[in-house]
């Protein structure tokens, strides 16, 4: 169910009462710990909640928040059931959220070593009620702010710390394949994100639309209470109070297997530069974060650094047939922007992310991988978990037929089962290359669908407001 209103009108966001995790980046550096909470009563959660509320961030004071740390609350819909919400509301919700991530892993594609069967645990079980998201520029003030949560549930005894998983940037302020992210990002209508929020704490007042992020997209695409591209304005879940200011997240602990991005770079490359464009051709990027379609040939980092240039570009105009930026790689598949190929409205499945890393870095070189646990912890956030990130994952990044390259993948992220194809273009007319036998870089270690509430919404969980 929804109303429709005048798709045309700007609305001016609540900023105060949107957590900060939504609309604004994470710390840069960060050090970040997500605990996992179960709820063995209601009266215990919601007491824990009325603790924690101080300390949440919105996304009004992201520049300052409370304590110098940023701390952000999701609920699973167990969660909101351990919480004593009514079941009026809890029916209110989506299926999808409902059912939560596990159950729907075959339709993203977790399948296999990925299955749920193979998740770490507590990942999956309807055990995880709360997710709280500590994070600081520094562990002392991270390892503070966990203490905070600590002491909330020290008389809290039917409220219990499932797990804890740790969070850092990498002393090389890149990701694990050596990549550096959170480049391209949806431009929201009304939400004042600064420039280039990759360059920390650049502080209100540094507002504008990044060139070349796009058209803006309407808030309701990734905030509940707005109107969504169609105009059209979410009336679920109930009540009001529960939805106004929220959002749903995709909770994703993604395993990367580096030693084997490395080594299978190396055997179908003839030289370092080779392995580089490569790799390149992969992502879409250099791992500078300089774009193909702008950097065909070579890395250009002064590009890279650039924010008023380096997400400014245009497939239709610049690359159509994919020469520079395979069609087929993990930028163009996962927001596919303007591209020729695409023929479904891609500002209506853009999703917004939030991506921190966990586990040692791989020492520069190494080929052979040492056992350790590493990767991405993921937050994909969108209003429609279905229409946004499942299309996403089903669509784009598993299946090759949207871009008329059948049973192939995401040379990044694809499970591999039966597609293990990549196809790169060349720049003479009607050449390309063909990649075979990619193994799987990328394992899912879980995850979980969460509601990320409004401010004003946590108080109502919590009662404070009755
Ligand atoms: C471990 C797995 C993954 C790795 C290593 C990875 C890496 C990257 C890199 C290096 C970029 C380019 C830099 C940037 O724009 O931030 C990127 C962009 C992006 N990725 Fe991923 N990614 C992973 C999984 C995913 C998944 C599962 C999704 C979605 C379901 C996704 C969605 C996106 C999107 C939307 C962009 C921006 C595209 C654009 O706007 O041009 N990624 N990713």
Sequence with gaps: MADRTDPSAPQALELADIQGAMLRKRPGPYVGSYLLLRVGTPSDGRRLLARLLPHVASAARWWDPPGGAWLGIALSHSGLRALGVRQESLDSFPAEFIAGMAARAARIGDTGESGPEHWDAPLGS????????????????????????????????????????????????????????????????????????????????????????????????????????????????????????????????????????????????????????????????WRSGAPLVLAPSQDDPVLAADAARHNDFSYREQDPEGRRCPVGSHIRRMNPRDSPEVSVDVLRHCILRRSTTYGPELPE???????????IVFLFMGTDIRRQFEFVKRQWANDGNFAGLETEQDPLTGNREGARTFTVPLPARARRRQYEQLPRFVVTKGGEYLFLPGIRALHWIAGLDR
């Design 126 to 285: 309807p055990d995880v009620h709360l997710v709280v998201a500590a994070f600081a520029a520094d562990r002392a003030a991270c390892d503070s702010l966990v203490e905070t949560v600590r002491e909330a549930l020290r008389d809290l005894p039917a409220v219990q710390l499932l797990h804890r998983l740790e969070a850092a940037q990498l002393p090389n302020g890149r990701t694990h394949l050596g990549f550096v992210d959170n480049i391209g990002k949806p431009n929201i209508e009304g939400t004042g994100a600064p420039r280039d929020d990759r360059a920390g704490a650049a502080g209100p007042g540094h507002y504008g639309d990044p060139p070349g992020a796009g058209p803006a997209v309407k808030a309701g695409e990734f905030v509940l209470g707005y109107p969504d591209q169609d105009g059209v304005l979410a009336t679920q879940p109930l009540p009001d109070a529960l939805r106004r200011n929220g959002t749903y997240v995709a909770f994703r602990k993604l395993h990367v297997r580096v030693a084997e991005f490395r080594r299978y770079l190396k055997e179908n490359a003839s030289s370092t530069a080779e392995e580089e464009l490569l790799a390149a051709k992969m992502v879409g990027r």
């Design 365 to 375: 070189g190494q080929l052979t991988d040492d056992g350790a646990a590493r990767g």
